[in-house]
C-alpha cells in the first residue's frame, strides 16, 4: 500500500490585472501530476523556479482546492480528512522558518500549539523528546525566534511539524538560505529521521546534488509537469530528458 498517491492533480490560478483586479487569463501551476511514495522513503521534487515543485507541496497538504484530481494518504482521499485529522497525518516546513514563527512566542508555546497531547506531563515529555530528535535541548522553551540562527529555527520548525507525529513531511527548500555547513547539518538530520524515525519526506529543491543525496526516488518539474523520474541513481547517470540533462550540466560533478 503506498502511503500517499497522487493522481492526476491539475491546479490553475488565475491572472488578473488592474484596480479592479480583473481576470485577463491564467497560470497551470499543475498539469496531470501523478506519482506515489512508500513509507520511510524521501521523494525529491526537482526544477528551476515557477515549475510547481511549492505549489505541489500545498495541494498534498489541502492548502487549496484542485481543479482535478485526488489525493490519498493511506488510501484515503484528503478530502474526507477533517483539517485536524490531516495534519497528524502530513506537515509542511518552509525555507524561510523566521516567517512561519511567531515572534511573540516562545519556542515551547510554538511547539505545545501544534500538539494535541492531552495531559500536561505527557505533552511536556512529547515536546521535549522531539526537540531531541531534531537535535535542541529542551532548555530553549522560553526562548524565543529570533535568539536563534537560520539553522536553529528551521530545527524549531522541524519540530513543530514532527510534534504531530505525521506520516509524512513536505520540506520546501529547506536549505536553501543557510550557509553550506548548517546545509549538511541538517541533511544528516533529514538521513537520520528518515533511517531511524521512518520519517517520509517530500524534499522540495532546486539543488539537485543535496537531493540526490538524500532522495530515493526524484521527479523533475517544469512547467507544472512531470518531465521525468525514477530512482535517484537512476535519474542523475541516465537521464532521459534534455531538461534534466541540463540541470546536471549546471552541476558538473554531481556524478
Do not use: W
Not at 481543479?67 to 477533517?82: A, K, Q
Not at 527548500?173 to 546545509?183: N, T
Amino acid at each position: 500500500m503506498s502511503l500517499l498517491s497522487v493522481r492526476n492533480i491539475t491546479k490553475t490560478f488565475p491572472v488578473e490585472s488592474g484596480v479592479l483586479r480583473r481576470k485577463i487569463g491564467f497560470i497551470r501551476a499543475l498539469n496531470n501530476v501523478s506519482f506515489s511514495i512508500h513509507p520511510g522513503s524521501v521523494l525529491g521534487v526537482v526544477g528551476e523556479s515557477g515549475s510547481g515543485k511549492t505549489t505541489l507541496g500545498k495541494a498534498v497538504c489541502r492548502f487549496f482546492k484542485l481543479d482535478s484530481g485526488r489525493v490519498f494518504i493511506e488510501d484515503r482521499n484528503i478530502d474526507l480528512y477533517s483539517r485536524l485529522e490531516l495534519s497528524s497525518k502530513v506537515q509542511m516546513i518552509f525555507q524561510d522558518p523566521f516567517a512561519s514563527l511567531n515572534p511573540k512566542l516562545t519556542i515551547g508555546t510554538i511547539i505545545e500549539e501544534a500538539s494535541d497531547v492531552e495531559g500536561k506531563k505527557e505533552r511536556e515529555k512529547l515536546i521535549k523528546d522531539t526537540l531531541g530528535m531534531v537535535g535542541l535541548p529542551s532548555n530553549i522553551l522560553l526562548s524565543y525566534p529570533h535568539q536563534f540562527s537560520g539553522g536553529q529555527r528551521q530545527r524549531i520548525a522541524l519540530a513543530r511539524a514532527l510534534v504531530k507525529k505525521p506520516k509524512i513531511v513536505i520540506a520546501d527548500e529547506p536549505l536553501s538560505s543557510l550557509d553550506i555547513s548548517i546545509q549538511n547539518q541538517l541533511l544528516n538530520l533529514f538521513m537520520k529521521l528518515k533511517e531511524k524515525h521512518l520519517v517520509s519526506f517530500i524534499f522540495i529543491s532546486h539543488d539537485l546534488v543535496t537531493t540526490s543525496n538524500l532522495a530515493d526516488y526524484l521527479i523533475v518539474m517544469k512547467d507544472g509537469e512531470i518531465v521525468e523520474e525514477g530512482p535517484t541513481e537512476t535519474i542523475i547517470l541516465f537521464p532521459q530528458n534534455s531538461y534534466t540533462r541540463n540541470l546536471i550540466s549546471a552541476v558538473p560533478d554531481i556524478k
